[in-house]
Every structure is written in structure tokens, then in C-alpha cells.
């Protein structure tokens, strides 16, 4: 078993940080700053930060609707707690779909090209979840099963918000297959920009399309991982909010790659109305 041993939060003289608000910053920096440096030769620098400013403000506010969601009797109880986002409670689902809805909103009033933009944005996005879950395994926020094979941990310093052990690093295990599909959007993304217009493989990944993989492959990993978590509630047939999130995207994944190739090979399809593709 590999022990944590460390402290929950940074201290600083008399100032406490907490590991996870620290690399939800440090997330939240290069999620933005990545892909705004990916579009620069299409899309002006002013447009890219408006997008990628207001990505973050949605994801925000989503992340904390979601998690008020899945604790909605609690809230119910003690409405003022909504609003106390310092104290913990975020979604990263809400996060991605709040940040993902309110990039789309901006890149249609200001008529960005939207489906290399969400292609980019998408590497961004998930360097910045992948970054964030460093303080969640330092925190030891969320639980996960008894772990018999594979990497198992335990945590011990007398503040930890973790367990003893030995558990799973599901939350590790997480971080690690989001860099994968980053590693993989982004080798995609950086192949079909340099290979000339007109050829097979732009034909092949179609604007829109590397966006909408990474989101059905991001839903796939949720979901299976998620079956390692345990303490939090669980709805419909015993899965998590979660998981029950990641199957609904996997599905809007697969309906709008189904879309976007069968537009690929109508000639009306530049009078198409704008959309994520």
C-alpha cells in the first residue's frame, strides 16, 4: 500500500490553502491558456479569451448547480448553503457542460468558427480536469473501494479528509485515462491542422468531430471508473449521479458524430445552421 501522508491544506503563516482549490487554479489557468494558444492562427486573441473567460464562469456556476442537484435534500433544508461555494461542493460534470454551453454561447455572438474552436477547447479542458484531480488525490476527497491489485493507497496524516486504507486511487486512475484522451484530442487535432485541406483525413475528422470523441470517451471512462467510488448517492438501476450523466453525453456523443458525418456528404451542408459541430 502506498501512503499519503500529507496535510489537506498548504499553510502559509496564518493563511490555509487547501490543496484542492490550489490545482483547481493551477487547472483552471492552463485549461484556459492551452487552447487559446492552439487557435491563435484562426481565431483572434480577444475572441479566444472572451470564450475561454466565460468557459470558466459556466463552469462554474454549472459545477455548483450539479452538485446542489445531487444534494438537493440537504439544500432544501439550508437554501443559504447554496451560495457558499468556499466551502466545498462542485460537480466536475456540471463543470464540463456548464463550461462547454456558455464557450458555445460566446463563440456564436462573436461568429467563431465553432467546431475547430470546440475541437481545440477540449484539450484545454480536459489538461485542466486532469490538473485539478492532483489536489483530490492529495485531499483524499473522494472515496473509493477496497483495492486488492492495482494501486492502492491509504491515507494517513491526522487531518486527511481520506481513507485508511488500502483503497483504490480511483480518482488517480482518473486523472491518468484524461490525460490519455487529451494526449489523443490533441495528437488529432494537431495532425488534421497540418495536413492540407481537401485531403483524406480532414475528410475523415470533420469539424466538430474531435470535440464530440472526446466527450463520448471522457463519458465512457466516468462511467466505468466511477464503479470504484463509493459514499456518494446513488439513483436509477444503483448508479451514481455520475454515471448516469456520462451514459446520457455518450449517447448526445454518438447521436452528433452520427450527425456530423452523414452532413460531411451532403452538398447543402454549408447552409446548415450553426451548431457545437
Known amino acids: 500500500m502506498i501512503e499519503i501522508p500529507f496535510d489537506p491544506n498548504l499553510h502559509l503563516g496564518p493563511l490555509a490553502i487547501s490543496w484542492h482549490g490550489l490545482f483547481t487554479a493551477v487547472g483552471i489557468f492552463f485549461g484556459v491558456a492551452f487552447p487559446v494558444r492552439l487557435v491563435r492562427a484562426k481565431v483572434s486573441e480577444d475572441d479566444a479569451y472572451a470564450i475561454a473567460t466565460w ?20 439544500y432544501l433544508r439550508e437554501p443559504l448553503q447554496i451560495f457558499a461555494i468556499w466551502t466545498g461542493g462542485i460537480a466536475v460534470w456540471g463543470a464540463v457542460i456548464g463550461g462547454a454551453l456558455s464557450g458555445y454561447y460566446i463563440a456564436l455572438r462573436r461568429r467563431v468558427p465553432i467546431g475547430n474552436t470546440a475541437d481545440a ?19 483524499g476527497e473522494h472515496h473509493a473501494t477496497d483495492c486488492l491489485t492495482g494501486i492502492c493507497v491509504g491515507y494517513t496524516h491526522p487531518d486527511t479528509l ?20 487529451v494526449g489523443l484530442a490533441l495528437w488529432l487535432y494537431l495532425l488534421r491542422e497540418r495536413t492540407p485541406s481537401g485531403s483524406g483525413l480532414r475528410r475523415a475528422l470533420p469539424l466538430g468531430s474531435i470535440f464530440w470523441l472526446w466527450t463520448f470517451l471522457y463519458g465512457l471512462g466516468r462511467f466505468v471508473i466511477s464503479f470504484l467510488r463509493i459514499a456518494d448517492p446513488t439513483s436509477i438501476l444503483g448508479l451514481r449521479q455520475d454515471q448516469l450523466v456520462g451514459l446520457a453525453t455518450m449517447l448526445v456523443a454518438i447521436v452528433l458524430l452520427g450527425y456530423l458525418y452523414t452532413r460531411r456528404r451532403e452538398p447543402s451542408a454549408s447552409a446548415a445552421p450553426p451548431s457545437l459541430a
Not at 55 to 74: S, T
Open 162 to 181: 481520506g481513507q485508511p486504507g488500502p483503497v483504490h486511487l480511483a480518482i488517480g486512475y482518473e486523472m491518468v485515462y484524461v490525460l490519455a484522451t
Open 121 to 139: 477547447a477540449v484539450s484545454g479542458l480536459g489538461l485542466g480536469l486532469a490538473i485539478g484531480r492532483i489536489g483530490d488525490i492529495i485531499n
Open 55 to 74: 468557459g470558466v464562469v459556466g463552469g462554474i456556476i454549472g459545477a455548483r448547480l450539479l452538485h446542489v442537484l445531487d444534494r438537493l435534500d440537504f
